[in-house]
């Protein structure tokens, strides 16, 4: 036993003995939201909205090796107005619509490998790019303000009946990231996902509206190195 544990200890010692980095920076781009309808896979968009804005702060730890681990906070909000007619059970009122207003922060964790081709190095421009594949983890905090929207018959004022909601999600999938070398500190970074929420992904999306159960993102944005 004290073997291993020796064994253990100078394997963490010797990887952390080696040269690594740590780097930091910013990214913004476009997510596209999807959901699969009937049957279908990433091709049916949503109804409404169905792309955000999103934006990033994320930190890099690169190893000796060919291995990189990211850690990022991102931001981006839905805004939705849906038409509805139904009678709400009042004398007098049916439901004419609903808005639906979200703002979400997720937390993007994420396992690469370097793929970069050791031929790339006889290039001058394209020694300076790193591609890194991996796989993704992003749990999801989603605030959601609802307003239900009830309009009499007679007169045809609305009234609005207002709901808060808060949701936790994960998404999973994969990521591919490129890096291109400015100078020994900055570097040009972009960020591509391809996830999808479990939870709703494999299960039939029924109800009056849809809701997105995957997701195409680019992000581009600039890297610093500590």
């Given amino acids: 036993m004290k073997k291993i544990f020796s064994l253990a200890l100078a394997s963490v010692c010797f990887t952390f003995s ?9 990214r ?16 049916n968009s949503l109804d409404g909205q169905d792309k955000t804005w999103d934006k990033q702060i994320f930190v890099r730890y690169r190893t000796a090796g060919k291995l990189a681990f990211e850690s990022s906070i991102g931001h981006y909000a839905f805004s939705n107005h849906y038409a ?7 004398q007098g009122q049916y439901f004419s619509g609903i808005i639906e207003r979200s703002h979400n922060i997720e937390w993007n964790l994420s396992a690469q490998y370097e793929l970069s081709c050791p031929g790339m190095t006889a290039c001058p421009t394209l020694r300076k790019v790193k591609s890194y594949v991996g796989v993704v983890a992003t749990p999801t905090l989603s605030r959601t303000r609802t307003h239900l929207e009830l309009t009499r018959i007679s007169d045809g004022i609305t009234n609005s009946i207002v709901e808060k909601t808060n949701e936790f999600t994960i998404w999973t999938g994969l990521s591919h990231t490129l890096l291109y070398s400015i100078n020994d ?39 610093y190195q500590l």
Avoid at 18 to 26: F, M, Y
Avoid at 28 to 43: P, V, Y
Avoid at 84 to 90: A, F, Q, T, Y
């Fill in 84 to 90: 509805l007619e139904g009678n709400d059970g009042s």
């Fill in 185 to 223: 500190q900055f570097y040009l970074t972009s960020a591509v996902q391809l996830q999808i929420d479990p939870n709703r992904f494999f299960e039939k999306n029924s109800g009056v509206v849809r809701t997105a159960d995957s997701r195409f993102g680019l992000q581009l944005g600039v890297g």
């Fill in 18 to 26: 080696q040269p690594q980095d740590i780097s930091g920076g910013l």
């Fill in 28 to 43: 913004t781009g476009l997510s596209h939201w999807m959901d699969k309808g009937s049957g279908t896979c990433f091709t």
